[in-house]
């Protein structure tokens, strides 16, 4: 786990009910950087005269870019910052080349060119960003990664009412007003058995 020191066990404490959704992270890069995929990325940072650097404020994010490098080989190294904030301001500014992140700060930059994304780290294409591969198909087999969001309950509740209240959590996934309440860089799916996920 991420976080050992907890004042509770999710394996002990928690009994899972179902996954919510789920939505990919993003590899972009400055604009500056020449590589555009991840496969000459890889092997930019490679060269002994180049320095690849990537920002993070976060262990989750930085364990993404910790697979990328375990599994590419390539030469990638953190420049930690405090915030969200600042890890934005380090990759737009040049004082680091590379950064994966969730959609949410980088659409707007994607969008107006300020970033250049190359891949979703999902092990599938992204319905939200089609035109975007795969860090898989992208020359790094084997990678997938993505965030979700899953509602569990206290274990000591009997296993029956989670089982019940499944169906409800579906209907809400469903419905129109929740649809609406999801942020447009996740994608959203209605509520499934947690059984998966809890392994």
Same mark, same amino acid.
């Given at each position: 786990? /991420? @976080?050992?020191?907890?004042? @509770?066990?999710?394996?002990?404490?928690?009994?899972?009910?179902?996954?919510?959704? %789920?939505?990919? /992270?993003? /590899? !972009?890069?400055?604009?500056?950087?020449? !590589?555009? %995929?991840?496969?000459? /990325?890889? !092997?930019?940072?490679?060269?002994?005269?180049?320095q690849v650097t990537y920002s993070t404020a976060s262990v989750a994010f930085q364990v993404a870019t910790e697979m990328l490098k375990q599994m590419s080989g390539a030469n990638l190294y953190n420049v930690p910052y405090k915030g969200s904030n600042q890890v934005m301001m380090a990759v737009l500014g040049s004082d680091v080349q590379m950064v994966i992140l969730d959609g949410a700060p980088l659409l707007p930059h994607m969008q107006s060119g300020k970033l250049k994304a190359l891949a979703v780290t999902s092990p599938k294409r992204s319905s939200l960003y089609p035109s975007l591969p795969t860090v898989a198909e992208s020359g790094v087999p084997g990678y997938a990664l993505e965030f979700w969001g899953a509602c569990s309950r206290r274990r000591r509740r009997p296993s029956r009412s989670s089982t019940r209240s499944r169906p409800k959590w579906r209907a809400s996934c469903k419905n129109p007003t929740c649809a609406k309440s999801w942020p447009s860089w996740a994608s959203r799916r209605a509520a499934t058995r947690p059984s998966r996920r809890a392994r």
């Open positions: 786990m /991420l @976080y050992p020191k907890r004042p @509770y066990s999710p394996e002990r404490d928690l009994r899972p009910v179902t996954v919510m959704g %789920s939505f990919p /992270l993003i /590899l !972009a890069v400055n604009p500056s950087v020449p !590589a555009n %995929s991840v496969h000459e /990325l890889v !092997a930019m940072s490679k060269k002994p005269e180049q």
